[in-house]
């Protein structure tokens, strides 16, 4: 056992915690295996971890067990704050708990850095905060990691190289500012209940600057462009950007006959700075 406190199941039962669909609650109840989802978070001994959706806290007792200094954890079922006050209880000082939804909480009042975050999350609300955590104001972000669980699918794209199907938006603004890489896979089975389909960690660390650099805006609208219409040509796809769009392809090395899902990450920051050039030279 990691704790002292009770198994995930009697509390659920305790609690009357049954899942709710509309909530995208499908808990993980196995607590070996919170502990070590909690583990590819890294070294959480004197880091702050930011949990969202907690739900009757699995999660959250692995990334205390593991030594975390202190979770904010976010959750917005009310009937899951009992369960998660127990928890607190356990560990004074060291869980604080918010009910409400994460994506109209700013959760930085309450945190001290370093911070990393850890999630099992509704999917959808999962990818939407992604992308809000890899798109902030300034960077280096007020995160250090993300550990997350995603639909397989999703964790795929995240992690996408060129050339696959997979390869698009997701990888390229992942990939632009941090390390992404998946870190588990689970079958469904390993939820209760039991979604359709498998679901997969990713662990993504912030790098300390972005790999190449480009204009965060411009590169956006480039990506934008060419993955919306993935199977146009990009000097088509991208004619809207600038009128001389198949010289500026050239001069960074880019086919204009190519596709989006050829072109490296190195490229297409490339064209951004190129593409930022010609439009305040002209
Ligand atoms: N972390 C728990 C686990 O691993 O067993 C629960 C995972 S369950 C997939 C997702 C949790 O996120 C549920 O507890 C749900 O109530 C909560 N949730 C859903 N939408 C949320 C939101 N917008 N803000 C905060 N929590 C949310």
Not at 67 to 94: F, N, S
Not at 100 to 118: F, K, M, S, W
Request: with cysteine; hydrophobic share 45%; glycine share 6%.
């Amino acid at each position: 056992m990691i704790d002292k406190l009770p198994p995930l199941r009697e509390v659920i039962a305790t609690h009357d915690l049954r899942a709710k669909k509309q909530l995208g609650q499908n808990f993980l109840l196995d607590l070996n295996l919170t502990s070590k989802i909690a583990r590819q978070a890294g070294d959480l001994s004197g880091c702050d971890v930011l949990e969202v959706g907690p739900g009757p806290g699995g999660l959250t007792r692995g990334l205390l067990a593991e030594g975390a200094r202190h979770v904010l954890a976010i959750e917005k079922d009310p009937r899951a704050l009992p369960a998660l006050q127990e928890i607190a209880d356990a560990y004074p000082g060291r869980l604080t708990v918010i009910n409400g939804d994460a994506l109209q909480i700013d959760p930085l009042a309450h945190l001290t850095p370093p911070i990393r975050i850890a999630a099992n999350l509704p999917y959808n609300v999962g990818t939407e905060l992604l992308i809000r955590w890899l798109t902030p104001s300034k960077w280096p972000p007020f995160w250090q990691s993300l550990t997350l669980m995603f639909q397989k699918e999703v964790a795929e794209r995240i992690v996408a190289t060129p050339g696959s199907k997979a390869y698009g938006r997701l990888a390229l603004l992942a990939q632009w500012r941090a390390d992404a890489r998946i870190v588990m896979s689970l079958p469904p089975e390993a939820f209760v209940p039991a979604p359709k389909v498998h679901s997969a960690v990713v662990h993504l660390a912030a790098l300390p600057r972005p790999r190449f650099l480009a204009d965060p805006a411009v590169l956006a609208q480039i990506t934008a462009a060419a993955f919306n219409q993935r199977r146009k040509m990009l000097r088509a796809s991208l004619k809207g950007l600038h009128p001389q769009i198949e010289d500026l392809l050239l001069s960074v090395d880019i086919p204009p006959t190519a596709r989006a899902e050829e072109i490296d990450l190195q490229r297409f920051c490339a064209l951004a700075r190129a593409l930022a050039d010609a439009r305040s030279a002209g």
